[in-house]
């Protein structure tokens, strides 16, 4: 049986947000910084700094290394606390405030998921929740690790996996959701969701054209 491809734990939070940036960043290799770039780099300045430490009695750990093999996914943490009787704890810095509208908030609870997930293949440890840290409200917000989704990380990877193995980006996203996600995307540019979406207007009605 071949092993399969690792998939980056960031890809579920990109595809959460929107398939087709996915797509653009981990098929087509391409990415671009804006202002909410920038400031998540900058979040992620200290935690992307290995290192250890104990804070009141709990040992930290930055930038872990994950990986599930089943799973087929790769990463690392941003900090991962070990509470009593060794059990891991994971918690992913956030730019913005933990008051992010529901769907957005989705993204990111998928990523820190996975996260527990490896975490438990490598620890053999339960991982029954685990944290987001938003750096403007300086707040976290913890995140149930529930069996629903336990079941979204594996749905998300393997839509990743068959899209990494068509190589065929996603179309752009429509409606009200577009309108939030691409204005914050700094992938924009790139996708030219407007365009695409024009052009597959127009394709459509010209399969029920006779005269196209």
């Given amino acids: 049986m071949n092993p399969v491809e690792p998939i980056p734990l960031s890809a579920l939070q990109h595809w959460q947000y929107c398939p087709r940036q996915c797509g653009l960043i981990h098929l087509e290799q391409v990415f671009d910084d804006n202002v909410h770039t920038l400031r998540g780099q900058a979040v992620h ?42 059990v891991p704890y994971p918690v992913e810095y956030k730019h ?38 938003y750096a403007t409200s300086r707040r976290r ?3 149930p690790i529930t069996a629903q989704l336990r079941a979204d990380v594996v749905q998300t990877a393997e839509a990743i996996r068959q899209m990494l193995a068509s190589g065929t980006l996603a179309p752009p996203l429509g409606g009200e959701q577009a309108v939030r996600r691409c204005k914050a995307c700094s992938l924009q ?24």
């Fill in 189 to 212: 540019d790139r996708c030219q969701p407007q365009a695409t979406h024009a052009g597959l207007t127009t394709a459509r009605a010209a399969l029920f054209d006779p005269d196209a």
């Fill in 96 to 133: 913005g405030s933990r008051n992010k509208a529901a769907d957005i908030a989705a993204c990111d609870d998928i990523q820190l998921a996975a996260q527990a997930m490896c975490l438990e293949g490598m620890t053999g440890q339960h991982v029954n929740e685990g944290a987001l840290y």
């Fill in 45 to 86: 300045a200290k935690a992307d700094q290995p290192g250890v430490e104990t804070a009141k009695g709990v040992r930290v750990e930055r930038a872990l290394p994950l990986w599930h093999d089943g799973l087929g996914l790769i990463g690392k943490s941003d900090v991962v606390e070990f509470l009593a009787g060794g």
């Fill in 141 to 143: 917000r913890v995140v």
